[in-house]
């Protein structure tokens, strides 16, 4: 962690990233701390992320489609994931999504050479979500996000 960032400031931002429960983009963050310098919270997001990587935290920091947002990691999830209600989405199916949108268009090809066969009943999830659609290319399918996609996670 840079020595420029206090404690203060990453409590903040984990309050903020906690309480909203969605992604949220710098602009939000920055709206809701009260810490004016994009680029400070960048180094504050950064250093979250360096705090989370530790095995001693049931949390994660996780990117979306330039927004960030926690998530509990495994198998804390799995433990306590009667308490939540039932998730809008599962973690393999938010991992596939997330490299969709970083990536999109991908081929359905890609996403199975690099998650495995399991990316099928994912890629089901995220089409019966309407988080994704699929168009035949060939003898494999290119991948996009939608507007629903967009919308459910804020991206403009």
Same mark, same amino acid.
Request: no cysteine; charged share 20%.
């Given at each position: 962690m840079a020595d420029n960032?206090?404690?203060? @400031? *990453?409590? !903040?931002?984990?309050?903020?990233l906690f309480v909203s429960g969605k992604? *949220?983009?710098i602009d939000s =963050? @920055?709206?809701?701390?009260? =810490?004016? %310098? #994009? $680029?400070?919270?960048?180094n504050v997001i950064k250093?979250?992320?360096?705090?989370? #990587?530790? &095995?001693?935290?049931?949390? @994660?920091?996780?990117? =979306? $489609?330039?927004k960030y947002m926690l998530s509990l990691k495994e198998p804390y999830a799995t433990k306590v994931n009667g !308490?939540? $209600?039932? &998730?809008?989405i599962s973690k393999p199916a938010l991992r596939t999504l997330a490299y969709i949108s970083? #990536?999109? &268009?991908? *081929?359905? %090809?890609?996403?199975?050479?690099?998650? $495995? %066969? @399991?990316?099928y009943d994912q890629m089901k999830e995220l089409l019966d979500k309407d988080f994704v659609k699929a168009e035949k290319y060939g003898r494999t399918k290119r991948i996009t996000t939608t507007q629903k996609f967009k919308e459910y996670f804020g991206i403009s």
């Open positions: 960032i206090n404690a203060e @400031s *990453m409590n !903040l931002v984990e309050a903020v992604a *949220m983009d =963050i @920055s709206s809701a701390t009260g =810490i004016a %310098s #994009k $680029g400070y919270l960048e250093g979250l992320s360096e705090r989370y #990587k530790s &095995p001693d935290t049931a949390l @994660s920091l996780i990117s =979306i $489609g330039g !308490l939540a $209600g039932a &998730p809008d970083k #990536k999109e &268009p991908v *081929m359905q %090809s890609e996403l199975v050479r690099i998650f $495995g %066969s @399991s990316v």
